[in-house]
């Protein structure tokens, strides 16, 4: 078995979280969308985070801010906590630019638009 994708999936990243980060596919479920997103986050994928916010939201992002959060915290590990409708609660470990070990908790929600999903909100723990 090859090594384990960025988002916790036995499988290599290759065949797993690549095809949707390279538009190949479309995130079947908010918990796809949410696995992807943060393997985008590890890569540095910002096009696809932006692609995949909700269309009326992304106007709004800071393209250039997040590329520098993604860029300077090294990303440990995704844990999914729960994923129910179109809700995916996780947990996000990383290490931030001074060292520190952070996780960043958070219930997303998401919304099927057009035949695909985005990601739309979340709350913060």
């Not at 932006?50 to 393209?63: R, S």
Request: proline share 2%.
């Amino acid at each position: 078995m090859g090594k384990k994708c960025y988002c916790g999936q036995l499988k290599p990243f290759s065949a797993c979280c690549a095809s949707y980060i390279r538009g190949e596919l479309l995130a079947e479920s908010p918990e796809i969308l949410m696995r992807s997103r943060y393997s985008a986050y590890v890569t540095g994928a910002i096009e696809y985070l932006v692609q995949t916010t909700a269309p009326e939201l992304q106007g709004a992002l800071n393209i250039v801010e997040i590329q520098k959060w993604a860029r300077e915290n090294t990303w440990k590990m995704l844990e999914v906590l729960s994923a129910e409708g179109n809700e995916v609660e996780f947990k996000a470990h990383y290490r931030d630019r001074n060292g520190k070990l952070v996780v960043h908790h958070e219930r997303s929600r998401f919304i099927y638009e057009a035949g695909r999903w985005f990601y739309q909100d979340g709350d913060f723990y």
